[in-house]
């Protein structure tokens, strides 16, 4: 993903990695906002796109609603709008009232702006033959080269065609898992959807799609590290189980404990660098993206 020269590193390709949690409170939408800060302050130019109609991304980034008017991703979906005009700048919430004073913009990171219309996805997709490509067509006609070096992909609980549409344009997919055992159903659920979709008609468009990684959240640590089954035997359970199964070995990215902080972070509208600079749940994202391989970048990396 990045090439090192003496005392530079130059991004060298595009990333592109989905969150995807089948059932509500996965903590995917955490983990995509988190890790976009992490991210953005190691030097990475950060797209995140909120595909989930509850828009909690874009409400955390400082955009609860849009305007009316204002292209969002399911204007673009639609072809009614161009992807750069339903982008907007990500912030966070420095004072009160709804204007631009009330919010600080945080370099390095794009948002591609949700909406609860996404929740008609999949029937606007559905009526279309080729509605499954919307995205790969987006992403190769309307996004600029080299204006990101990593897009990140909030995805909404939906094992249709939606996700199967961001599956085919995203290489990396990460399932999320949380506190309770219906999350590994949920993962399993996934890697049975992207299986029936390798064996489909959208083998010819060069669907490889599979679930490379799993994040688990929300998990009671201890104060030497391990899982304090005395708070959740169930996530004990939860953990035991991904790693005891073979073909998910190697999967399981670094654990990121549980914290009052991150439910706050939606009503503060900031994420945890902002809201909660100093809690230790932000040494497990950026271990998170240590895993993913993303390195810090030198600030005098080289230009495009």
């Known amino acids: ?26 903590g995917k939408t955490q983990a995509m906002v988190n ?42 979906l639609c072809g009614e709008n161009k992807l750069l005009e339903a982008v907007v700048p990500a912030r966070y919430r420095i004072g009160e009232g709804d204007e631009d004073s009330a919010f600080r913009l945080i370099p390095g990171i794009d948002l591609v702006l ?20 919307w995205l790969d067509t987006v992403l190769d006609e309307q996004v600029p080269k080299g204006r990101w070096d990593v897009q990140l992909f909030d995805c909404g609980p939906t094992l249709g065609i939606l996700l199967l549409s961001v ?21 399993q659920d996934l890697e049975a959807t992207l299986a029936k979709g390798r064996r489909s008609r959208l083998k010819k468009f060069g669907f490889r799609a ?18 304090d089954r005395s708070q959740g035997a169930v996530t004990d359970d939860v953990i035991e189980k991904i790693n005891a199964r073979a073909d998910w070995q190697g999967k399981l990215l670094p654990i990121v404990r549980r914290s009052i902080r991150f439910k706050e972070t939606i009503v503060r509208q900031k994420a945890l660098r902002y809201h909660a600079p100093n809690n230790a749940a932000l040494a497990d994202i950026a271990a998170v993206a240590d895993a993913l391989g993303f390195p810090r970048l030198n600030s005098t990396r080289k230009k495009r």
């Open 1 to 26: 993903m990045a090439k090192i020269n003496p005392g530079i590193i130059e991004v060298a390709n595009e990333r592109r990695i989905a969150a995807s949690g089948q059932a509500g409170g996965a």
């Open 35 to 76: 890790l976009a800060v992490e991210l953005a302050l190691r030097g990475y130019r950060v797209l995140v796109w909120d595909l989930d109609p509850q828009r909690s991304t874009s409400h955390i980034f400082g955009h609860q609603d849009p305007m009316p008017g204002q292209p969002t991703i399911f204007s673009v």
């Open 114 to 133: 949700g909406t609860p219309q996404m929740a008609e996805a999949e029937v606007t997709l559905g009526n279309d033959s080729s509605g499954v490509l």
């Open 167 to 187: 599956a085919l344009a995203v290489p990396e997919i990460i399932g999320c898992v949380n506190d309770e055992f219906k999350y590994v159903i949920g993962i």
């Open 210 to 227: 599979e679930m490379q990684h799993i994040l688990a959240t929300n998990i009671p640590i201890s104060p030497t590290g391990e899982i």
